[in-house]
């Protein structure tokens, strides 16, 4: 998937936070630390630092959405991770965004931290943001500890 397909997809998925354009996605592929994870149907876009690995964002185009194409990028985005040496995942979620939060649970991610109006929305709202870890020693689905 080049960085303009991935830019049109997360124009169709995001509003909160807002989608990012395509000379935002190729600036962070450029960096060393950023990888992405890939299919037909969306993408995960992650950064690996040391034994920390943070997903970026993750986007499925609507019309694919709860055939299980999220679940298997984040397990591709984990095992990327891995693969780069990470022992722990974070990420991020607008804590309105209840499907998003029901697919990182299923994962085995726990919430450990809020960042209070973090989002702005699409209406002005101030939208919290759950701070979400896994750690990736664990099977896929095992919760890690929240702290």
């Known amino acids: 998937m080049t960085p303009a397909e991935m830019a049109a997809l997360h124009r169709a998925v ?3 936070p807002r989608p990012w354009s395509e000379a935002e996605i190729r600036a962070l592929l450029e ?3 950023v990888f992405a994870v890939t299919q037909p149907q969306g993408f995960a876009m992650g950064q690996a630092i040391a034994d920390e690995a943070e997903l970026l964002t993750l986007a499925v185009a609507p019309a ?3 055939a299980g194409h999220g679940g298997a990028l984040l397990a591709a985005f984990e095992d990327a ?3 780069r040496g990470a022992g722990t ?3 991020e979620v607008a804590a309105d965004n209840a499907a998003a939060i029901a697919l990182y649970d299923r994962q085995g991610y726990a919430a450990c931290g809020l960042r209070k109006r973090y989002y702005r929305g699409d209406d002005g709202r101030d939208i919290d943001a759950v701070i979400m870890r896994r750690d990736l020693a664990l099977p896929r689905g095992h919760a890690s500890s929240g702290a």
């Open 89 to 91: 995942a974070f990420l």
């Open 31 to 33: 960096q060393r630390t």
């Open 81 to 83: 991770a891995r693969s």
């Open 14 to 16: 995001f509003v909160t």
């Open 64 to 66: 694919h959405r709860r």
